[in-house]
């Protein structure tokens, strides 16, 4: 069975970074289209950013240029560099393997001066 946990979150002032990581249990990490999704309080969960097998990144919109992921294989760990933090990243940020269709616990990110 699969199991994801993420690390990282916490509170941060406006302008400021985290990074997230997202461990990964079982076998075949590295052939797995890894992503991060994030739901922010009263709203759906939305998509945030994605890496293939072949470490291609692909962003959500919202945070294109400030946010960064990626993968070690080595370590079967995902990564979401976050910078330029805005109150509006403020939610609980998911990790989710897409060969399995699991879902991390979530961990939180506040954003608040």
């Known amino acids: 069975q699969v199991q994801l946990v993420e690390s990282g979150g916490g509170l941060v002032q406006p302008g400021g970074s985290l990074r997230l990581s997202c461990a990964a249990s079982?076998?075949?990490?590295?052939?797995?289209?890894m992503a991060w999704y994030r739901q922010a309080p009263g709203k759906q969960r939305e998509y945030v950013a994605t890496i293939t097998s072949g470490f291609s990144p692909n962003y959500a919109a919202s945070v294109e240029g400030r946010f960064t992921i990626s993968r070690d294989n080595t370590k079967n760990t995902v990564y979401l560099q976050m910078s330029s933090l805005k109150p509006e990243d403020t939610a609980v940020y998911y990790c989710?393997?897409?060969?399995?269709?699991?879902w991390g616990k979530g961990i939180q990110v506040t954003v608040s001066s």
């Open positions: 989710y393997d897409f060969w399995t269709d699991y």
């Open positions: 079982g076998s075949m990490f590295s052939i797995k289209t």
